[in-house]
């Protein structure tokens, strides 16, 4: 049903139609105090106020930016308002207060905000913000309803109730004999405006902003003006020349006044005038704070970065190295070394410039950053100059993990030196050794590690290494085709399988295991053998949860009910994203039982259970399932197989020969399918499920469907069949390059042949109107000995 | 003034004493290491096997997915040398990276082509991550391979900047550059383009000053209906001579400080620009609502994404940055018109 709202949608100030705008429900009448004083601090530019948050659940001491141009009212980060309990599960959300030392004030509801931004200046600032994070931002929704005093040189800002006095506003600057201006404001898209004199004596408009440190001039119009660098000349307030107090900063102004955009006031303007602004009756009072010293430096940075010239930014880095602005000018430094192209010497100063404009103690966390990305690049150059500063940093970095890091990313690119051309040997051990010193178990420095000793011909050491990398997502596909490399060139080998890399993996996963093993009784009798089927997908969730339970749960329910009870078949779906295993044989058979998305187990077609959950939840699970199954065991079936099945090698590919006869009833509807399922199958995937269990690989009747269930002699039907594994593999790997051609998505190609000592033919019987499946057997295929 | 600042920002600062033409503007390769252009079309494309770019940079650069990234064959000799990890958004599991193919032959290497790379969680996507630059007077310009094709001179497909502003427009026949309008030829390789002064018949639209809205139009692409002209008409008060013909919306955007909203024009009329003809067009506000809701038993639900807000001229508003507003869903007593309840989308849609 769509209709008509009565309403205009207008989230943001620019859509005329306010009348009927939410935003007017949201912020009319935040709860109300006398007002007091905010203790605030100029954090990297950012004006910062630690405060506490609460709602009836919780209270949490947290830092907020103030933005007092900032079009939003309370923005906060999910971890917070989860924290919270912001928002209720039917979505309402629920009142924040925002303590300040000597009063409060609540909000009806927090909105989203740049969760990156809060998150990496919570990372680089934590020692100046303290303990606890930054979360989120207070606008202008918040302090529209206030007088506010921004007092930046005492430190503070002053909240005042509104009270209009009644008299139309002033309509020019008042002087004052202490100095002191009033000027009349203009508010527009609720933020307030300051009038301004530009140099031509020309009336415009600058916004009063805390969001940023320096303050703004409008890129256009200084470009207009043939001064890209932002060095317009005077803008005044009255009497005050604020060019004399700051160097503007060119910046692209989104922003509309009828006066037309000069500008905007930012942080380092109010470090020198105290600006105290009053809404109700639009004026705003201004006293200078603190004297005018012009930065030179700061207008010779904005000269260099309009040029866009590497040269004259390094100049400036020169001359100031420890201005205020040398960090982001040895990032823009890096940037246009590499987008010019330039030589490594070049790159690798500025790589320097980086260093050394970071903070002491987050240095090797940022070069840990840059090598990566340079890495990816293919600057080798520059990945070894930036691991050796990180490593020389490393000690006094915040983040002891992040010398690891370095180590293990200097290891690789030393490592890929050394197989191409056979140099740095002794540099790639020295430093992967280290990194696993300090990082043991991660899945990439244990790979590039047995890459060192497979190299050396050190297999055992190498087969030890692959082991560990091959349980963790990130490295486990690499691993394992490593371990398949490596496994026949071991002093005592045996061949590679499922089975041994299980062995060897034991106790470095996670297992669930059943306590019994189930038994027919009178309480629990079997009239069938039940099929139970499990849709799951090898990167749902994580270690912690998503598919780990399903399969944790699979893997207790292989274990209690025998195959002559229960067959179990694993299908992998292409959501959330395309994994090895993923067959069109899954996505047809989950699309005639209007499945959907993986993480569900159906019982004979007609009943479900959750398949994903965490990992502690797989006890739960299996129950369900287990349940499930016993309660359909009681219900008979006329279904009976006869299935006889072996393996054998044909022009070399292994063939899955057989006959079959089935027993039953012929139906309108009726299909029979026979499957190729594998016990066990290795693919390392995010979920961090290392062995996927009777996985379904593909029809022996040649079509997903399976065949209409027809008698051949009034009684049963007979099937033979002759199918070579490599055919079917082929098959799946062409389903695979659909998903990547239509464009949902691509996986690593791994574990592609079907394993004949894994295999195992899966028979049933089932309506295709209802996917309802009558009647399942499964037989393990003869001919395994030659197989091995 | 306002004009004299659209052109600054959108199509070049005017330096009359530079203008008209023909000229001849050199182009150079630039990768952008931090990306903030704008492309007007979608450009990312899957990997597939590898990237495939004719002309002169060679065949099929080969690609091999990895768990943790993929394999790059960067120099086109059919063997993957380099191993891409990227940067992993924690939180959405999204990778990004950017590389630079080279073609290795036996001359020696050829041009640079900077790509961008990302995984959005189905598989590994790629497109240009650089652009063929120039300037011409005080106007910077940069071509783009939009379509990913290795050539830079397809038009309607791969795109251009002028000035230092971040949008780009697709790739039309004219551009105005230096406030003139001219003929505009890339060589394929995007070594060079030409600029000769544009003499044919013009009329003039106006899609800025009958923008009904608070926040300032920040893009307004306009293309021609055979696909040979784009305009972006973004700040030109007082509207822009363009060829004749029948013009749509291709895209635009909206915005307010860090506020921004994309403007979709597809159900938009078709613009006319006939030989001398002026028009400005009315749209923005009042805009209207629709949503659609879903109702079991006493329970309603409102979905973020079934909202849709169009403009006086039919133009859609999409992806509302930042999240966190809310319409107000008032619910109502058919007969009495009482209100029943209210409802808001939480803070975090």
């Excluded at chain 1, 009836?56 to 007092?68: K, M, Q, T």
């Excluded at chain 1, 592609?752 to 393990?780: C, F, M, W």
């Excluded at chain 2, 006319?272 to 923005?284: D, I, L």
Aim: hydrophobic share 40%; proline share 5%.
């Amino acid at each position: 049903m769509k209709l008509s709202a009565a309403w205009s949608r207008v989230p943001h100030v620019w859509q005329s139609v306010a009348a009927a705008c939410a935003l007017a429900v949201l912020f009319a009448a935040p709860a109300r105090a006398q007002g007091g004083t905010i203790p605030v601090r100029v954090v990297d530019g950012h004006l910062v106020v630690s405060c506490d948050l609460s709602t009836a659940a919780n209270r949490i001491p947290v830092n907020l930016f103030i933005e007092y141009e900032g079009a939003h009212g309370l923005q906060l980060h999910n971890r917070a308002a989860a924290g919270l309990r912001a928002e209720s599960s039917d979505g309402k959300s629920a009142p924040i207060t925002i303590h300040f030392p000597d009063f409060a004030i609540t909000v009806p509801k927090r909105e989203l905000g740049d969760e990156d931004l809060f998150e990496d200046f919570t990372k680089y600032h934590s020692q100046e913000i303290g303990e606890n994070a930054l979360v989120g931002s207070i606008g202008a929704e918040v302090l529209a309803q206030w007088q506010v005093g921004l007092h930046l040189a005492e430190g503070q800002i002053v909240l005042t109730p509104l009270a209009p006095n009644g008299q139309a506003p002033i309509g020019s600057v008042v002087t004052f004999d202490d100095g002191s201006i009033q000027v009349p404001i203009s508010l527009i898209n609720n933020r307030v405006w300051l009038p301004v004199r530009r140099p031509d004596g020309t009336p415009g408009a600058m916004m009063v902003g805390t969001g940023q440190y320096d303050s703004w001039v409008d890129r256009g119009w200084a470009e207009s003006l043939g001064k890209p660098a932002g060095d317009v000349g005077p803008v005044k307030i009255g009497p005050i020349d604020l060019h004399t107090f700051v160097a503007l900063r060119p910046e692209r102004m989104v922003e509309v006044h009828p006066d037309g955009v000069v500008g905007k006031v930012g942080l380092n303007l109010l470090e020198h005038l105290d600006i105290d602004i009053d809404r109700a009756n639009r004026v705003a009072k201004i006293q200078i704070a603190a004297p005018a010293k012009f930065p030179t430096g700061d207008l010779e940075f904005f000269r260099a970065r309009a040029l866009e010239d590497a040269g004259a930014v390094e100049a400036f880095l020169n001359d100031h190295k420890d201005s205020r602005l040398a960090a982001e000018a040895s990032k823009l430094l890096l940037n246009l070394r590499i987008d010019e192209g330039g030589s490594s010497e070049e790159i690798g100063r500025a790589v320097q410039w980086v260093c050394d404009s970071t903070p002491k103690d987050l240095r090797t966390t940022r070069m840990y950053d840059l090598m990566r990305e340079m890495s990816d690049a293919g600057q080798t150059v520059v990945v070894l100059e930036a691991g050796k500063l990180g490593v020389a940093a490393g000690r006094d970095d915040r983040y002891p993990n992040a010398v690891h890091q370095v180590h293990g990313l200097l290891g690789r690119t030393y490592l890929e030196d050394y197989e191409k051309n056979g140099e740095h040997a002794t540099e790639a051990w020295r430093h992967l050794l280290s990194a696993a010193f300090g990082l043991p178990e991660d899945g990439s420095i244990n790979l590039d590690l047995g890459r060192f000793y497979e190299k050396q011909g050190r297999y055992n050491r190498a087969y030890s290494r692959y082991v560990q990398a091959v349980i963790q997502p990130d490295s486990g596909p690499q691993a394992l085709e490593a371990l398949q490399r490596v496994q026949p060139l071991l002093d005592d080998s045996t061949a590679f399988s499922v089975d041994t890399i299980e062995r060897m993996i034991a106790g470095k996963v996670r297992n669930f295991g059943a306590a019994t093993q189930f038994e027919p009784s009178e309480k629990e009798p079997v009239d069938r053998v039940v099929m139970v089927e499990f849709f799951t997908n090898g990167h749902q969730g994580d270690e912690k949860g998503g598919a780990i339970g399903g399969a944790l749960a699979q893997e207790g329910l292989m274990q209690h009910f025998g195959p002559e009870y229960v067959v179990f078949v694993a299908h992998h779906l292409a959501n959330p994203q395309p994994d090895p295993l993923c067959t069109s044989l899954a996505r047809d058979r989950a699309k005639q039982l209007g499945i959907t998305d993986p993480g569900v187990f159906v019982i004979d077609g007609v009943a479900g259970a959750p398949g994903a959950g965490k990992w502690r939840d797989a006890e739960a699970i299996y129950q369900k399932v287990r349940d499930a199954v016993v309660a359909r065991m009681r219900e008979f079936t006329e279904f009976e197989f006869e299935l006889d099945c072996r393996l054998e090698q044909v022009d070399g590919a292994w063939h899955v020969i057989g006959t079959g006869d089935v027993y039953g009833y012929e139906e309108n509807g009726l299909r029979i399918q026979l499957l190729v399922t594998e016990a066990g199958v290795l693919a390392p995937g995010k979920s961090t499920v290392v062995v996927h269990r009777a996985v379904a690989r593909g029809p022996l009747t040649g079509s997903n469907e399976g065949l209409p269930f027809e008698f051949d002699d009034g009684e049963h039907m007979h099937l033979a069949w002759d199918v070579s594994l490599d055919d079917l593999s082929q098959a799946n790997q062409a389903f695979l390059d659909e998903l990547q051609t239509t464009g949902l998505g691509s996986t690593v190609r791994i574990s592609k042949a079907i394993d004949p000592h894994q295999v195992r033919v899966v028979a049933y019987v089932y309506q295709s109107n209802t996917g309802e499946i009558l009647g399942s057997a499964q037989v393990t295929p003869q001919g395994l000995e030659q197989a091995q | 003034m306002s004009l004299l600042i659209a052109l600054g920002l959108g199509l070049g600062l005017a330096s009359p004493e530079a203008m008209p033409g023909p000229h001849h503007v050199d182009l150079s390769a630039k990768s952008f290491r931090t990306w903030k252009v704008e492309l007007p079309t979608d450009a990312f494309r899957p990997v597939g096997d590898g990237i495939a770019l004719p002309v002169d940079l060679g065949g099929l650069y080969k690609v091999e997915v990895l768990a943790d990234g993929l394999m790059l064959d960067t120099d086109g000799d059919g063997v993957v040398d380099q191993k891409i990890v990227g940067t992993l958004d924690k939180v959405t599991g999204e990778r990004t990276a950017r590389a630079t193919l080279q073609k290795m032959g036996a001359e020696g290497s050829g041009p640079a082509y900077p790509i961008r790379l990302q995984n959005l969680g189905k598989g590994w996507t790629w497109a240009c991550g650089g652009a063929q630059v120039g300037t011409q007077g005080d106007t910077k310009l940069a071509v783009f391979d939009a379509n990913g094709n290795g050539r830079f001179n397809d038009v309607g497909e791969d795109a251009i900047t002028v000035g230092s502003g971040d949008i780009a427009m697709l790739l039309g026949k004219t551009v105005y550059v230096g406030g003139h309008l001219h003929n505009l030829t890339v060589a394929a390789d995007g070594s060079s383009l030409e600029l000769v002064p544009f003499d044919g018949p013009t009329g003039t639209l106006n899609l800025e000053s009958k923008m009904d809205s608070k926040g300032k139009l920040l893009s307004a692409l306009v293309v021609s209906e055979d696909g040979q002209q784009c305009f972006d008409l973004a700040g030109a008060s007082a509207g822009l001579a363009l060829p004749t013909g029948t013009y749509h919306l291709h895209r635009g955007r909206l915005g307010l400080g860090n506020a921004t909203v994309q403007i979709d024009g597809t159900d938009m009329k078709p613009m006319v620009v006939e030989a001398g003809s002026s028009q400005q067009v009315a749209w923005g506000s009042p805009v209207r609502a629709e949503f659609d809701y879903q109702r079991e038993g006493s329970q309603i639900t409102f979905q973020p994404d079934q909202v849709w807000l169009t403009g006086a001229a039919g133009e859609r508003y999409l992806g509302w940055s930042p999240i966190g507003k809310s319409p107000e869903f008032s619910i109502v007593e058919r007969n009495l018109g009482t209100e029943i309840e209210k409802a808001l989308f939480p803070g975090s849609c």
